[in-house]
């Protein structure tokens, strides 16, 4: 809206006719030009498409494709919720060696911590995450993993109610995430880890917070999670006859 008013404004003095405005003048044609360039950015078309020869990307910082050369991994995460509000999800690059991607590296892998780049915001985009991920699979291969549908695939989580009087949303979130990816590509020693420390808070109670997730849903999932962390350290062990 700001860049509309400002060539609104700045039309509006200069359609109005006044002796001896010259900084007024320039004022105004200093608004329009700057709204204009605004609106300009603005409605800029993005375009993020997905081929056989790599990443097409248009948006603000980056317009060029981006061959599948250029791409040590890619990776569909999505931020921790903010309470209790999920995030949208982000598709992250990890650029390989000698071929910086031109953004900065603010995100990780989920699996490995290297240092990644966002290249999309999915909440961008009218194309759900599924869809995004079966065209990346299709043509990224190998380099491609959806974070994801792996912990979804490890331990799936029903959205949990938000009421008054509940558990503390970070926490629980921090919690669950920790374990499902423990269970998705984690060992025995990240398995144990993230029960242990599942069953020291629900030992020592969550937070409660004035609005929050509902006890009863968590406690049911919690303890689940726990159970499934426990029963998949079998699966590290080779059976002998």
């Given at each position: ?182 269970l998705a590509w984690g060992g025995e020693p990240e398995r144990e ?49």
């Amino acid at each position: 809206m700001l860049p509309v008013v400002c060539v609104l404004g700045g039309v509006a003095l200069l359609v109005v006719p006044r002796e001896g405005a010259l900084l007024r003048n320039l004022v105004a044609v200093g608004a329009v030009a700057l709204g204009g360039l605004a609106l300009l950015g603005a409605f800029r078309p993005f375009r993020f498409g997905i081929g056989p020869e790599g990443l097409t990307v248009r948006r603000p910082g980056l317009r060029r494709m981006i061959r599948w050369a250029e791409i040590d991994a890619l990776v569909l995460d999505e931020p921790p919720p903010v309470e209790g509000t999920p995030a949208s999800p982000r598709l992250l690059a990890v650029p390989a060696p000698g071929h910086p991607l031109g953004l900065p590296g603010t995100a990780r892998h989920p699996l490995d911590g290297r240092a990644a780049v966002e290249l999309l915001d999915l909440g961008q985009v009218r194309e759900k995450p599924e869809e995004v991920s079966a065209a990346l699979t299709r043509y990224a291969g190998g380099r491609f993993t959806d974070a994801l549908a792996c912990r979804r695939a490890a331990f799936a989580v029903e959205e949990f109610t938000i009421g008054l009087r509940g558990y503390r949303t970070d926490q629980v979130d921090e919690l669950v995430r920790r374990g499902q990816e423990a269970l998705a590509w984690g060992g025995e020693p990240e398995r144990e880890s993230a029960r242990a420390k599942i069953e020291r808070v629900r030992a020592g109670g969550l937070t409660i917070a004035m609005r929050g997730y509902s006890t009863f849903q968590v406690d049911e999932a919690l303890l689940a999670l726990s159970t499934a962390l426990a029963g998949n350290r079998s699966t590290d062990r080779e059976t002998t006859s």
